[in-house]
């Protein structure tokens, strides 16, 4: 019961915020339902993956999905994901969890710093080079670490590609589903998974993502955000501290 009703939490924080709920999957799997660091790091993906998908259709529905700037993207960061996901085999748990943790220290920063919207009128021609050292990067962190990489993602589609926030958050979760189903896939035979405890889990973050999205415009999203980075923060120091 504990864990199902963990599951919204973790879809309800992702459709409030647009980003960053996911990040709470890894810690609630090994530290509250005391599950396998890399069985726990292998589900994550598949979790992040399925209800990516569910903010991809809203997007699209929307218009914000930009599918020829994801088509430049993804082979490298499905690469690097996949990459990602076969190299977590030669780490520990242990330094898995640690770099997990630097992660969310990380996607905090991002998320009290607050995102600055794009003019975006006109979409630039991104250097392929930048654009594979960037994707290739965070597909390989996303394998490693079990996250969506998100608060990278979309950095990189307003700077790279001159996208505005809104398409740029859109095409992202595209790229988010594509990259978390590689990296599970990747991980096929090297963990072992509870698909029964997945699918469950899954299915409820799932219904917390369309409960949290709905009252997104009741409340307001810069002081929430500011606080739940606070939260990734102690998280991420919380995560460090059992690893060190």
Do not use: C
């Not at 339902?33 to 979790?47: E, N, Q, V």
């Not at 399925?50 to 259709?57: H, L, Q, Y």
């Amino acid at each position: 019961m504990l864990g199902l009703s963990l599951a919204f939490i973790v879809g309800f924080s992702l459709g409030l915020l647009g980003g960053g709920g996911s990040i709470l999957t890894v810690p609630i799997l090994v530290y509250l339902l005391g599950r396998d660091p890399k069985d726990s790091i292998a589900m994550s993906l598949a979790i992040v993956g399925a209800t990516s998908i569910v903010g991809v259709i809203n997007h699209w529905r929307a218009d914000n999905v930009r599918f020829k700037v994801a088509a430049l993207f993804a082979p490298f960061a499905m690469g690097g994901t996949f990459l990602g996901a076969r190299l977590s085999q030669f780490l520990t748990s242990q330094v898995q969890l640690l770099l997990f943790a630097i992660i969310m220290i990380l996607a905090s920063f991002f998320m009290i710093r607050g995102r600055k919207e794009s003019s975006g009128e006109e979409e630039k021609s991104p250097s392929v080079l930048l654009v594979g050292i960037q994707a290739l990067f965070v597909g390989i962190m996303t394998g490693i670490v079990g996250v969506g990489g998100g608060f990278l993602l979309v950095p990189a589609l307003t700077l790279l590609v001159g996208l505005p926030m809104h398409h740029a958050v859109g095409t992202s979760l595209l790229l988010i589903a594509l990259n978390s189903f590689t990296g599970f896939a990747g991980y096929l035979g090297l963990v072992e998974i509870d698909w029964k405890f997945l699918a469950q889990f899954s299915g409820l973050s799932i219904i917390g993502i369309l409960v949290g999205s709905q009252l997104v415009p009741y409340i307001p999203q810069k002081k929430l955000k500011k606080g739940f980075g606070v939260f990734l923060i102690l998280m991420g120091l919380f995560v460090l501290y059992k690893n060190i």
